[in-house]
């Protein structure tokens, strides 16, 4: 369609010009306005075609626009404000497409409407109309004459109110209006609100991506209203503007798909729009979510899951010091799933389920025999697959083994999160702690001892800890593997305070010490826990300070760290904790 440009006549060009001598000319956008409308929900009556949905009329792109369809009077387009507040000025933008007459309502429900101004012989370009005296949650264009013979399509409906008009706060943003990743609209079940509901595609990271508007920046609640008709908790990351601010938090039965429920947490935004995903983080995907409602005063976020009752009690930490708990493994899902009672993997998932731990280091070996992808698929994905979004893997020497290729189903299955940096060795911050995963499998490759050197070297954290496959110390079946050794020194240089590793099947816990062996304040404790699934190895040769060693005992490492400590514990499949470590500071 052609572009419209309404311009002054020569008159009114003349009387412009003599008033900039003498005034300063204030755009009508001044600082007394505040944008009410920004990526606020929309509706409207109807859409030529998917490209021109109402909601990008409120989007600030003066690129995109809402399209009725053709021929065909009255339609409306609606902005939800969220909750009841002033309005004194509504700025329209058309289109070519644009309406001759229409009117601007109001409204507290979106069913009552009152007219706050009525317009006839409108002729397009931009309609500003200030001045207005209205309050309300919805505001409505409602079209009763086409100004052509096409429909109604706005660029822009912008809601401005009076400085300080009060946040909106309490907005439904229904999830059939947001962004959809494996994910759908649906109406097959009761109870939803809005037009429908959004049912996940049974994968792990499909997503539903809302954009939300707060008048100022601050913490608020975001509550989902969801529904859940399985028997197991669906559990979601949720991220703001892109940084993950919960992981597995659960999404918990609710008898059927027609009962919905509520999940709350703390949403910190920005001033303006906010983007707000809740992703899918397991194989059976998410729950069926009818909305994200955000409210206006802060709540405590809740927990990923409930604890069972025979969780141990966290590891002492200094008083007032942040808490985070990391469970930890190696060596873990044997070709067997949890109609075996033998089958191990399924048993040490439950554990790291109760911990709810913040996220999980695994120490290679994490499929056996041969890592192929489809054994990923059918072991390791049914068990501790519903942690994928947290683990942050190593390889292992069975990684290596694959027919189609070393890393070859290690890569398929993992993807991104074993190659965050492009290699399959990577590190990442959280609160006070610098991570660094290895692999072991090539300790001689010069690149990534250079890239080692140049990511401590770039630390700035006060905690360091790093986990791969092969331990340099061990009094286990594999014994020690001196391989290590180098990397064991440039991480005691750094002033390093724990490593994590696998490879022999048991549980040990070494004191602190040095490369060489020695019994050292300043040194590296070393965890060795390859007992998370695969067959047992016997204690073969104890070494220096070892201090716990453990064989035949399945189970998983729950690390317990503060900003400045941490502490470890071995959950043993019963339940029962099997060691306690002392809780040690940060070099």
Known sequence: MRWKTKLP????????????????????????????????????????????GPGNAVDGNATSRWASVEGADPQWIRIDLGSSVAINRVKLTWED????????????????????????????GTDDHTGLSATGRY????????????????????????????????????????????????SNHAGYTGTGFVDYTN??????????????????????????????????AIAVNGTTVATGLAFNPTGSWSTWTDQTINLTLQAGANTVRATATTATGGPNVDRLTLGTAPTASPTASPAPSNSPSPSPSPPGATTFTVAAAGDIADQCTASSNSCQHPKT???????????????????????????????FDKTWGKFKSKIRPAPGNHETYDPAGEYAGYKSYFGAIAYPQGKNYYSFDHGNWHFIVLNSNSFDDAAQISWLQADLAANTKGCIA??????????????????????????????????????????????????????????????????????????????PNSLKRLSGTYGVIKLTVTDSTFSAQLIATDGAVKDTSPTYACH
């Not at 009117?103 to 009525?118: C, H, I, N, Y």
């Not at 110390?473 to 490593?499: C, E, F």
């Open 97 to 124: 497409a644009y309406a001759s007459a229409y009117r601007l309502e109001t409204s507290p429900d979106g069913t009552a409407w009152t007219a706050v101004k009525t317009v006839t012989g409108a002729d397009g």
């Open 466 to 543: 790093a986990s791969w496959h092969h331990p340099l110390y061990s009094s286990g079946d594999h014994g020690n593997d001196p391989v290590s050794r180098p990397i064991w020194q440039l991480l005691y240089n750094a002033r390093a305070d724990l490593v994590l590793n696998g490879h022999d099947h048991h549980y040990e816990r070494f004191g602190p010490q040095n490369p060489n062996a020695g019994a050292d304040p300043n040194g590296i404790v070393e965890l060795v826990g390859g007992m998370a699934g695969a067959p047992p190895y016997p204690i073969v040769n104890v070494q």
């Open 139 to 186: 505001l409505r264009m409602y079209g009763t004459a086409r100004g052509t013979s096409y429909g109604y399509s706005l660029w822009e409906l912008e809601v401005y109110g009076p400085d300080g008009a009060p946040d909106p706060g309490a907005a439904d943003y229904q999830a059939e209006n947001a962004t959809l990743s494996q994910a759908a609209v649906f």
């Open 9 to 52: 006549t020569l008159a009114a060009a003349a009387t412009m010009l003599v008033a900039t001598a003498l005034i300063v000319i204030v755009d009508p956008a001044d600082a007394a306005d505040v944008l009410l409308s920004h990526h606020r929900p929309a509706t409207s009556s109807s859409t030529e075609s998917s490209q021109y």
């Open 203 to 236: 994968i792990a990271g499909g997503y539903i991506e809302w954009t939300v508007t707060a008048a100022a920046a601050g913490s608020r609640p975001g509550t989902i209203r969801y529904a859940n008709g399985s028997t197991a908790a669906r559990p979601m």
């Open 349 to 379: 998932a439950a554990l790291v389920t109760a911990m709810n731990p913040e996220f999980v280091i695994t120490m290679g070996d994490n499929q056996y025999d041969d890592a192929r992808l489809s054994d990923f698929q059918n072991y």
